[in-house]
């Protein structure tokens, strides 16, 4: 009958003294507790080193031992720092690995002497990287969650190597790939580098651009290699990194080098090669090096191989593997007798 309306903030939250008087006469008075439920309407975050959320609303009181933020899925603010029309949170230490759905809700309640209310908002997660995979030098494909469906929302870089443009969806919300508009292979930069994905998502009452970042390691280069002796291979190239426990280095279809040594840190190694006079495949091989899970394949020309020959007065006749067809890249010497020519 006082026409205060305590549900929609008639008065602000706090200890009343409710009095009564029957014709004027004063009557019995009560002290009364009247909690305004919070209400909700917009919010904005940051992420970083210290995330925080911003939470548009009213009703938050000024204890902050009485408010409670949660967001579904991720977890409790782990310090919250309310105002009566503005609230302030600090999310959890691991907020931007949350693989909860988005959009979740995030919920506030006041708790003040035995009694709560609670408001409810729906809540948009960032997206997130979980992994990503080269497929050739230009062509990437990332998965994570929150990525949406409209590729024309989301925009992918990597520092120091350039965009990957021409988005498309592989998975809806999940998976993606890219094409970079430089060669990942060249790319001159230490690794790892960052990867940012952003999107263009609804926060709060407005539209808004989140960002994930990835460490992104880049795949390893050989610019050329030689044989120090007849069994030690030098390889120059770039990002080996200085840790041989994650290199591995194989000459594919014929046996792994082994014994890896860092030289230079980054930028030569050396390893031990086995006999190649038994591998029979094609020339070129590749020279794969593998750093962590990534490698990359160099052609490596194989040594040639004589299986048999048979011989005339005047000639040779050889048999074998990995002569090449190039005649004068041959030359062809008996001990003690001297070399051929007119080779064929």
């Known amino acids: 009958s006082s026409g205060i309306n305590a549900e929609y903030g008639g008065v602000e939250s706090g200890v009343y003294d409710l009095h009564f008087f029957v014709a ?29 959320m911003t939470i548009l609303g009213s009703n938050f009181g000024n204890n902050a031992s009485e408010v409670t933020v949660d967001i579904e899925g991720c977890g409790p603010c782990v310090k919250v720092v309310p105002g009566f029309w503005e609230l302030t949170c600090y999310l959890p230490p ?36 979980l992994t990503y995979y080269v497929l050739n030098g230009t062509q990437l494909q990332i998965e994570g969650l929150r990525f949406g ?22 998975e809806p919300d999940s998976s993606i790939t890219c094409i970079m508009d430089t060669n990942i292979y060249e790319c001159n930069t230490t690794s790892p580098t960052p990867l940012y994905l952003s999107r263009n998502m609804v926060i709060g009452m407005g539209t808004e651009t989140e960002l994930a970042v990835a460490s992104f390691r880049l795949p390893p280069s050989v610019s050329d290699f030689y044989f ?117």
Do not use: K
Not at 34 to 52: F, K
Not at 98 to 125: E, K, R, Y
């Open 24 to 52: 004027g006469i004063p009557g019995p008075s009560f002290r009364i507790n009247v909690m305004n439920p919070p209400t909700v309407y917009s919010y904005d975050y940051r992420v970083g080193s210290s995330p925080m």
């Open 94 to 129: 691991d907020f931007e690995n949350c693989i909860a759905p988005s959009p979740t809700n995030v919920s506030v309640t006041i708790t003040d002497d035995g009694a709560s209310a609670t408001a409810i908002m729906p809540f948009n997660l960032p997206p997130i990287v």
């Open 149 to 170: 469906t409209d590729p024309t929302d989301l925009a992918v870089a990597i520092v120091e190597c350039g965009a990957c443009d021409d988005i498309q969806f592989v």
């Open 228 to 344: 120090a002796n007849s069994t030690t291979l030098v390889i120059n190239g770039n990002r080996f990194g200085n840790d041989t426990s994650h290199i591995s280095v194989w000459i594919l279809g014929c046996s792994e080098c082994t014994n890896v040594a860092i030289i230079s840190p980054d930028t030569q190694i050396s390893c031990q090669i086995s006999d190649l006079s038994q591998c029979l495949i094609p020339t070129p091989a590749l020279l794969n090096v593998h750093v962590y899970s990534y490698y990359t394949s160099t052609p490596f020309p194989l040594p040639p191989i004589v299986t048999y020959f048979n011989t005339t007065q005047s000639s040779v006749l050889v048999h074998g593997y990995h002569f090449g067809n190039n005649s004068a890249d041959l030359v062809v010497t008996v001990d003690g007798c001297g070399s051929g020519n007119a080779i064929e």
